[in-house]
């Protein structure tokens, strides 16, 4: 019966390969009925791109994205791993953890670091809850070098988003930013001097409300925008972010040459893997100490139907698109979707079961034995679809898509921001003194290699699917016949 083992174990190597199938879906591109879920990538799948990141607008329903559970008030000191839990384990219980990552997080003294090792697409931290208007800080130093961004933003399903970003060749510039729908208008931006962000902790502060945004460095406001000031005489409509949003904190490389030009020329060209970071810990890194979060209550004019989870009613994608409900946000596995919570793993006993039976068919005809386990490995239960998106190489936001479009995203009009204040005002503030520098990492640690891609803004992600229904039966059924 060993001599079965090659060719289960080509037919698994086949149902990989079927596994790297993207399906990308935006603009005029819904995903399909079997992977119904759109990420904020522009990729289809189900389980974690149902979770947090599921654009309705261009899922096959509405209803394919998970409900967005609420945000709740809460200050987070990042000195360990406590309440960060990977994306690949992740179901969407808010009470099981706090942020959800990407990447590597590594602790270090009173610390988080980002890190970003050569070959990797960095690392995100996503908070569980969403917040529809607030107020969040945190307190962190930037990564350095050329093509290394550091982000600190509050994103929407719908890709609404408020940043701060951070370009590693110049650390006294934080660059202040939001977009509409992923509309890439990029006259948005404002920037706030400051001292030197590599060196120096500096607390970032987003105030959101429905009338304006604030931007704030060290308790000086840098920036503030008005609603009326964001109307759009083309679209006759306000272009404000105003839909639930996760915050997110990055470190991403905006200088791979998989990238865009005007992402990799905005990120300040490609990135150097030999600089003295590099050479001294073997990765980029940005140190996260603190964030708080104030998550104000949903607006009094707000559809509601409960008061735990936000939804989209239509694929506008607009405040006056969400309702406050008490839908249910955790998946039963990662094959679930929104229309099939439920959806589960073959178990481990049935799939060594049937394996078994199957062994043993095939022994009791040995002239066919060839095609009795080829097809007992071809046609295990379950499907292959992709479960876990993952942080390209082009980052988390709108500017990772410069020279591009965002998934799902168009062009701006000319006139998008006609009323425009001259709101660049510079803050300043004096930081920490600097921490020394990271211990090296793990032996063997590295989060996934970037690859070339079709449109030079969606590189390989680490860790973007895990094992489906299948694959896991069938990797079942080889351990069940090499036992024979």
């Known amino acids: 019966m060993r001599s079965l083992a090659p060719v289960v174990l080509g037919a698994l190597v086949a149902t990989v390969a079927a596994q790297s199938t993207i399906i990308k ?28 990141g599921c654009n309705p607008r261009y899922s096959n329903q509405l209803e394919s994205c998970v409900a967005e559970p609420i945000c709740k008030s809460q200050s987070f000191q990042f000195s360990s791993l406590d309440g960060i839990v990977p994306n690949t384990k992740y179901l969407g219980d808010p009470s099981k953890a706090d942020w959800v990552s990407s990447g590597e997080p590594v602790p270090f003294e009173d610390s988080l670091l980002l890190t970003m090792p050569q070959d990797s697409v960095g690392t995100l931290l996503a908070s569980t ?11 962190l130093r930037t990564s350095r070098g050329k093509g290394v961004v550091t982000a600190f933003i509050l994103l929407s399903d719908v890709l609404d ?19 509409f729908q992923g509309i890439t208008d990029y006259n948005n931006g404002r920037n706030i001097s400051l001292s030197d962000t590599f060196n120096n902790y500096h607390t970032y502060k987003i105030d959101w409300t429905p009338e304006e945004i604030t931007w704030s460095i060290d308790g000086q406001v840098g920036r503030t925008k008005k609603r009326d000031e964001t109307y759009n005489d083309t679209s006759k409509r306000y272009e404000y972010p105003s839909t639930p949003a996760r915050v997110q904190l990055s470190l991403w490389p905006g200088g791979i040459e998989t990238n865009g030009k005007g992402t990799i020329d905005w990120a300040g060209g490609l990135i150097d893997w030999n600089s003295e970071d590099m050479q001294t810990n073997r990765y980029y890194y940005a140190a996260l100490k603190d964030v708080n979060m104030e998550c104000f209550d949903p607006p009094s004019d707000i559809k509601k139907s409960g008061s735990k989870s936000y939804i989209y009613t239509d694929d ?54 060839s095609s009795s386990s080829t097809s007992a490995a071809a046609e295990p239960s379950g499907t292959e679809v992709a479960t876990i998106p993952g942080l390209t190489g082009a980052g988390p936001g709108t500017n990772g898509q410069r020279g591009a479009a965002a998934p799902g995203a168009r062009a701006s009009n000319s006139d998008s921001d006609s ?19 990271p211990s090296v990492p793990p032996s063997g640690f590295n989060q996934g290699a970037v690859a070339g891609s079709d449109q030079g803004n969606s590189a390989t992600t680490q860790g973007e699917k895990v094992l489906g229904g299948s694959m896991f039966a069938g990797l079942v059924a080889v351990a069940g016949m090499l036992l024979l």
Do not use: R
């Open 129 to 139: 809850g969403y917040m529809l208007y607030g107020s969040v800080s945190a307190t």
């Open 25 to 52: 879906c935006g603009e005029g591109q819904k995903c399909p009925e079997e992977s119904p879920c759109c990420s904020q990538y522009g990729q289809c799948g189900v389980g974690a791109y149902c979770l947090g």
């Open 419 to 437: 009323g425009s204040n001259s709101d660049s005002d510079s803050g300043s503030g004096s930081g920490s003194a600097p921490s020394s520098s």
């Open 316 to 369: 506008v994608g607009t405040i006056e698109s969400v309702e406050l409900t008490d839908k249910p946000t955790i998946l039963k596995s990662l094959l679930g979707t929104g229309t099939n919570m439920t959806a589960d793993y073959a178990s481990a006993a049935s799939s060594a079961s049937s394996s078994s039976k199957a062994a043993s068919a095939t022994a009791a005809d040995s002239s066919s034995s």
């Open 161 to 179: 988003e408020i940043d701060f970003e951070f370009i590693g060749s110049d650390l006294e510039t934080a660059q202040t930013n939001y977009y």
